[in-house]
């Protein structure tokens, strides 16, 4: 597996609030961007999906990739690839943890390893970028549903 980014943010919303928009995979499609459909496949006890079929559009890269998801309650969700078009493996993670009243501090960390081969730093910049992105955008959804 390739090397792993990192990235962090801190949200103004309580860790459950954060963990029900990232477990929404049905309107991801609203406010990711780049992902034009998200089916979950199948659900796990607790309700959460356990596996997502996803449509990608990201510009040059475009995919149809199917991940599996294990929850740590709304602490943790980590995810790995099941199979893809354009990526060999993928693993990531989001990490929530209460950082005050109604703030979490909320840690990404994501490995891809793609079919074609690229160049290592485009591919770090490009994983940064991603992040960035869905870290914003993460943010932005969750605090637009705070009342």
Do not use: C
Request: charged share 25%; glycine share 8%; no cysteine.
């Amino acid at each position: 597996m390739p090397d792993e980014s990192t990235q962090s943010i801190t949200i103004d919303a309580e860790p459950a609030d954060v963990m029900a928009v990232i477990a929404d995979f049905g309107n991801y499609p609203q406010w990711t961007g780049s992902v034009k459909r998200a089916e979950v496949l199948d659900v796990g006890p607790g309700g959460r999906a356990v596996r997502v079929a996803f449509t990608l559009d990201a510009g040059i890269l475009r995919d149809q990739y199917e991940l599996s998801y294990v929850w740590t309650d709304d602490a943790r969700v980590e995810w790995r690839l099941n199979h893809g078009q354009m990526m060999r493996a993928q693993h990531g993670s989001y990490e929530l943890r209460a950082d005050g009243a109604g703030h979490t501090h909320v840690t990404y960390s994501l490995a891809v390893d793609l079919v074609i081969p690229m160049l290592g730093l485009l591919k770090r910049k490009a994983e940064r970028v991603i992040m960035d992105t869905a870290l914003k955008e993460l943010k932005k959804r969750v605090e637009s549903l705070q009342v």
